[in-house]
């Protein structure tokens, strides 16, 4: 389109993109230099051939649905064991974030699976996987709703109810996942005593997320905060208009989705194209509907629900521009057991974007609440894990190590790899 209207909804569409990820078009000029050196067809070649190869989101399980206290139907998918699960051994319940579906954990799933060739032994257990309402496969709430982090922990009740009627859970959850978890703690806490056995939270916040600035100067955070609310209600208004403008946009969009994803530019293109349809995937009604939820968490007090000795994670990358360290950091200060872990280099998306250092401590994590649980016959996964080179992989420090980096309360875990471009 070429009039100024058609442009007008291209750039908002634009904004749209960012509010994504929560955060403004400030890449917009690095984007623009990328384009002087990468023509836009080329761009766009390369991405249909990323999306027709790439294995990511591959991984299917035994489909089921959960039916939440509105009626709302909540799709999850379930891994079982080769062999059968352990007796006395934990569920593993995997809630992703905001604009994003239970795809995201495919290096976790495959980890679990023993198909991943970088993981550590990693213990045989039932997995489930579940799309947030709105999200993935999973349907839609009542027209005009207004979702809160409250609702999506009883949407999480509900699929436990459905996938776990029985026995220990251990609960991972990313971003808005790790607080719907906390929701889930805050209403009830009896279930949490007497179910969760552990708990992970990767990259989230139990509340003040309103000091955020994403990157940016204080004023100009100010000002997406007092912006985002109407302009996506603009937006969710002429969605079918939206979307065409996303496609329109996609090389803007493409920047900010790395800028805000991962914590460097030495991503995996493959990865970096499916955090990207992830993103895609969700209906800018959707993004809207969600977007307010967040300025009204707060949830540090639920955080005493995952106390009393269970196994705790908290993992965080030190280059979130989303949920920053600080709100891990203020998590442990919450929940002084947990094991608390800064992945050097990384970014949002901490789990697509150094997949070995989250996978390690995840089978830490469980290992220690199998012990727990009666189970200590480590299951047979075969030979040790190969490492990228091919060379068996180092196995992992055990959990009490002093001298392990990244031990209990450690500030920093230096990731698997080296960036050589990262920035000094």
């Known amino acids: 389109m070429t009039d100024v209207g058609g442009r007008g909804w ?17 890449v917009a000029a690095g984007v623009a230099v990328e ?15 990323l999306d027709a190869t790439g294995p990511y989101g591959s991984l299917r399980g035994t489909p089921g649905r959960a039916v939440a206290d509105d009626g709302t139907e909540l799709y999850y998918e379930t891994d079982e064991p080769e062999g059968g699960i352990p007796e006395g051994a934990p569920t593993v319940v995997f809630s992703h974030g905001y604009c994003l579906a239970q795809d995201v954990w495919h290096f976790q799933r495959a980890a679990l699976r023993g198909t991943e060739p970088t993981a550590p032994p990693t213990p045989a257990l039932r997995a489930v996987y579940w799309d947030q309402r709105g999200h993935g496969r999973s349907g839609r709430g009542r027209a005009g709703e207004t979702v809160t982090i409250d609702r999506l922990g009883r949407d999480l009740k509900a699929v436990l109810d459905a996938a776990v009627p029985a026995g220990p859970v251990v609960l991972v959850g990313h971003s808005m996942g790790g607080m719907t978890m906390m929701a889930l703690a805050h209403h009830h806490p009896g279930y949490v005593a007497e179910r969760v056995a552990a708990v992970a939270l990767l990259g989230t916040s139990a509340g003040n997320l309103t000091e955020v600035t994403y990157g940016l ?9 007092r912006m985002a609310p109407g302009v996506l209600r603009t937006l969710a208004a002429r969605a079918d208009l939206v979307e065409r403008g996303r496609r329109a946009t996609a090389d803007l969009f493409t920047g900010l989705v790395k800028r805000y994803s991962f914590g460097t530019r030495d ?25 307010p ?11 005493a629900a995952f106390e009393e000795g269970r196994p705790a994670l908290i993992l965080t990358g030190d280059r979130d521009l ?8 203020a998590m442990a200060g919450a929940l002084p057991h947990a094991d608390l872990v800064v992945v050097e280099g990384a970014g949002h998306l901490v789990m697509l974007e150094h997949p070995e250092a989250v996978n390690d401590r995840l089978a830490e994590l469980l290992t220690r609440t199998i012990h727990t649980h009666g189970h200590t016959a480590p299951p047979g996964r075969g030979d040790r894990p190969r490492g990228r080179s091919g060379e068996p992989a180092e196995p992992p420090e055990p959990p009490g190590d002093p001298e392990s980096p990244g031990d209990r309360r450690s500030p920093e875990l230096r990731a698997d790899r080296e960036d050589p471009r990262r920035d000094p």
């Open 10 to 26: 291209a750039r908002r569409a634009g904004v749209a993109g960012a509010v994504l990820g929560l955060t403004a078009a400030t």
């Open 35 to 49: 384009r002087l050196t990468v023509h836009r067809a080329v761009r766009r070649r390369a991405r249909l051939a």
């Open 217 to 225: 100067p204080a004023a100009g955070a100010r000002a997406l905060r």
């Open 267 to 291: 991503v995996d293109p493959g990865v970096a194209r499916f955090a990207e349809r992830l993103i895609e995937s969700v209906p800018v009604d959707v993004v809207a509907d969600f977007y």
């Open 293 to 303: 939820a967040f300025a009204e968490h707060e949830k540090t007090a639920a955080l």
């Open 322 to 329: 989303l949920t920053p360290r600080e709100h891990s950091e």
